[in-house]
């Protein structure tokens, strides 16, 4: 194992840490809470996480201006400048999205999360102050806190990355479920009262089955978010609300109603045939699209043309 990876290792042991990253994330969970600054952090409306995307920004502008810095130039000393300032800009609302996703965690990765976080707020300090000694004419003060701060952006960078792919934070949870393509049945039709909910399995996957307004909905029964178990949540208003983290989806067509979740939950088609309910995955596309269905079945007859 790595000095770094020992050193990751060491945080995620680090119970000390819960002292501050615990009231620090039960802060930052009632600051987000109200639903359109939920969806706005979490990034909802987008498809994915909103975080990583604005992480780019602040890490190239800060690259960049390091490289420029380094070769000197003078004419290269105004666009340094510059991208040092777009990376400090940058950084705001990349720090606010990074602690909506952070305050979702538990233990150890709420741990190098606090240390991620702190990390990269010393890391924002040294580059105002980059920037402070720049405007003043320090230009060689100003390069040296921009250089620490690289530095000091890079391990944080690292304990970001640790975090997405390594122990996968807000990695979509259903993005290798695969869901039966032929109609399935998995239980009796009499078993599903009406605003009741089931959890079933339909080809060695779990799927919430949902009966209202004498129709059964199917979602995957687990929420894209962080997993959670959604036949624990709360149902109302055709959606079902996670019990983890409050992520709302439609039973319709699985969009999601509001965050952290940013990733629709897997949808299956249902029918009652011979007294069964029986289960599909839905196509891809939006529902009740008739084209992209038609197009699904022609490839399911081309396929099991094709010889083996």
């Not at 390069?143 to 807000?170: E, R």
Request: charged share 20%.
């Amino acid at each position: 194992m790595s000095m770094p990876q020992r050193m990751v290792r060491r945080l995620e042991r680090a119970k000390a840490l819960d002292g501050v990253a615990k009231p620090v994330s039960k802060a930052v969970q009632a600051a987000v809470r109200p639903r359109l600054i939920r969806n706005l952090l979490s990034g909802t409306n987008l498809g994915h996480p909103l975080h990583p995307s604005l992480t780019d920004v602040t890490i190239g502008a800060w690259t960049m201006a390091a490289l420029l810095d380094a070769v000197g130039r003078r004419e290269d000393q105004m666009a340094a400048d510059m991208l040092v300032t777009t990376g400090i800009i940058s950084a705001v609302p990349t720090a606010l999205t990074g602690l909506n996703d952070w305050s979702d965690t538990l233990e150890g990765d709420r741990r190098v999360g606090y240390v991620h976080a702190t990390v990269n707020t010393v890391a924002l300090s040294l580059y105002t102050a980059s920037a402070i000694m720049r405007a003043k004419g320090d230009r060689t003060t100003g390069k040296a806190l921009g250089y620490a701060g690289f530095g000091v952006m890079s391990v944080g960078a690292y304990l970001g990355g640790h975090l997405s792919f390594v122990k996968g934070v807000n990695v979509n949870r259903t993005a290798w479920q695969e869901g039966p393509q032929d109609w399935t049945p998995v239980m009796g039709a009499d078993e599903l009262t009406e605003g009741r909910h089931r959890v079933v399995d339909a080809a060695g996957v779990q799927v919430l089955l949902h009966k209202m307004d004498g129709k059964v909905y199917g979602l995957a029964a687990t929420c894209s978010h962080m997993g959670g178990p959604l036949g624990e949540g709360t149902f109302e208003q055709g959606c079902v609300t996670c019990p983890w983290h409050g992520s709302t989806f439609r039973f319709a067509d699985g969009s999601v109603r509001r965050g952290p979740a940013s990733t629709p939950q897997p949808c299956y088609e249902t029918r009652v045939e011979g007294g069964r309910i029986e289960v599909r995955l839905a196509p891809t596309g939006l529902p009740g699209d008739k084209h992209e269905k038609r197009a699904t079945r022609t490839n399911r007859r081309v396929l099991t043309r094709i010889p083996s």
